[in-house]
């Protein structure tokens, strides 16, 4: 079965800061690997993608992730953090085998970016 | 600016009284999801529209039921509210490329906060 894991609740990180949400992922064949950020009261935004092809993945706002085959993760990195960044995060993976596009979330991050 | 956009953002309803979320997008993708999202935990889905072909996720209780007129449009019905019904109900979308892979990102709507008395 197909599962995704944020083995954080929470992320503390002072503004400026490098920043880490962690992801860990579970499919059979090949992964397809997003992340989003949701805001109090708003809908999700995608942030980024991995579908094949580089490992290191730029997307909105400045983040990136790394997808590592090996380690079966997808973590959410940002060189420097921001308060405005302080949200819910959700790693989400869907199946290659997939033919509906459900996406299986993980059960999110907070991420709280202090001044 | 092409969105999805959903009405209204709050609703109140009250205990077994009917009520209907819609959901509308202008990104002419022919993939629309209704998820549901309580508390801060991650949006469960409850069913999806490829085109007109209903996909309904196995758990989805009875008393959800949707609809899709045409390609913009799409309905969530909630035939009897229950008090564990409240939540943040999220419409989605995305587009499905020829190759007939869910390689697309989806596009989210702000949400409609239902809350049941």
Redesign the interface.
Same mark, same amino acid.
Request: no cysteine.
């Given at each position: 079965a197909q599962s995704v894991a944020q083995p954080e609740d929470q992320v503390n990180v002072a503004e400026g800061n490098p920043l880490t949400v962690k992801c860990t992922y579970s499919v059979s064949g090949n992964p397809?690997l997003?992340w989003?950020v949701q805001y109090p009261?708003?809908?999700?935004?995608?942030l980024l993608?991995y579908?094949t092809g580089d490992n290191l993945v730029k997307g909105s706002y400045g983040f990136e992730a790394e997808f590592n085959k090996s380690q079966t993760s997808f973590h959410l990195k940002k060189p420097s953090a921001l308060v405005s960044d302080s949200a819910?995060y959700?790693c989400a993976v869907?199946g290659?085998s997939?033919?509906?596009?459900?996406?299986i979330?993980?059960?999110?991050t907070?991420l709280q970016v202090k001044p | 600016d092409a969105m999805?956009i959903?009405n209204p953002r709050y609703q109140v309803t009250q205990f077994g009284k009917p009520v209907t979320l819609s959901c509308s997008q202008t990104l002419n993708h022919n993939?629309m999801?209704w998820y549901q999202q309580k508390s801060?935990?991650?949006?469960k889905?409850l069913f999806?529209y $490829?085109d007109k072909d209903f996909?309904n996720e196995a758990d989805t209780p009875d008393n959800f039921q949707s609809r899709r007129p045409n390609t913009s449009f799409c309905f969530l019905d909630i035939r009897s509210p229950g008090l564990g019904d409240a939540a943040?109900y999220?419409c989605?979308t995305?587009a499905?490329g020829s190759d007939?892979?869910?390689?697309y990102?989806? $596009?989210?709507?702000?949400?409609t906060?239902l809350t049941v008395t």
């Open positions: 397809y997003f989003y009261n708003r809908g999700l935004q995608f993608k579908i819910l959700f869907r290659e997939g033919n509906t596009g459900k996406l979330f993980g059960q999110g907070t | 999805v959903q993939v999801y801060s935990q991650a949006p889905l999806h $490829y996909n943040m999220l989605a995305a499905r007939r892979l869910f390689n990102e989806q $596009y989210f709507g702000p949400g906060r």
